[in-house]
């Protein structure tokens, strides 16, 4: 993965020869919030998503949104990183928030459920694998995005020509 200086220092990231650290002297939200670095309430967005975000965002420009909410409708689920031209999520899950208690578990199986029920795409990827395999997971991540874009196109086209 590579980051700017000021990219780093946004996300409040130490580089330390070839080694990165969070830096703690910083508060971990910057007042110009960068994308993926925003807070649900009193959590903090992991290192992960920020990354991944900043990466995401590179590729896909402002039709990545973080902390989309809209993929089902009446309900507040929040999408960690969304592409809602295409109905795409991804969702970070990290052991601190989505492993360790049985009622996140089961929140994040209603959002995943509910999401698919609406025609959304939902991919879950762990905090770890973001940290160790970021530029692979990017590439697939652009891979599945490309390809669902192309099945909702042909999807679409299908619907156009039936009603005709």
Request: a positive charge; one cysteine or more.
């Given at each position: 993965m590579h980051l700017s200086k000021a990219q780093a220092d946004a996300l409040g990231i130490e580089?330390?020869?070839?080694?990165?650290r969070i830096r703690r002297d910083k508060p971990q939200t910057p007042t110009k919030r960068a994308?993926?670095?925003?807070?649900?309430?009193?959590?903090?967005?992991?290192?992960?998503?920020?990354?991944?975000?900043?990466?995401?965002?590179?590729?896909?420009?402002?039709?990545?949104?973080?902390?989309?909410?809209?993929?089902?409708?009446?309900?507040?689920?929040?999408?960690?990183?969304?592409?809602?031209?295409?109905?795409?999520?991804?969702?970070?899950?990290?052991?601190?928030?989505?492993?360790?208690?049985?009622?996140?578990?089961?929140?994040?199986?209603?959002?995943?459920?509910?999401?698919?029920?609406?025609?959304?795409?939902?991919?879950?990827?762990?905090?770890?694998?973001?940290?160790?395999?970021?530029?692979?997971?990017?590439?697939?991540?652009?891979?599945?995005?490309?390809?669902?874009?192309?099945?909702?196109?042909?999807?679409?086209?299908?619907?156009?020509?039936?009603?005709?």
């Open positions: 580089i330390v020869g070839n080694r990165a994308a993926g670095t925003k807070t649900r309430g009193n959590q903090k967005k992991s290192l992960a998503q920020a990354l991944l975000a900043e990466r995401l965002h590179a590729l896909f420009g402002e039709r990545l949104q973080t902390d989309y909410v809209g993929a089902v409708p009446g309900r507040r689920f929040e999408i960690d990183l969304a592409l809602p031209d295409i109905r795409f999520g991804i969702e970070v899950d990290g052991w601190e928030f989505h492993g360790k208690h049985k009622a996140s578990f089961l929140r994040d199986r209603e959002k995943d459920w509910l999401a698919q029920l609406n025609d959304w795409q939902i991919v879950r990827l762990a905090h770890s694998r973001i940290m160790k395999e970021s530029d692979v997971l990017i590439e697939q991540i652009r891979r599945l995005i490309e390809s669902r874009a192309k099945r909702l196109a042909c999807a679409e086209a299908i619907e156009g020509n039936t009603d005709e």
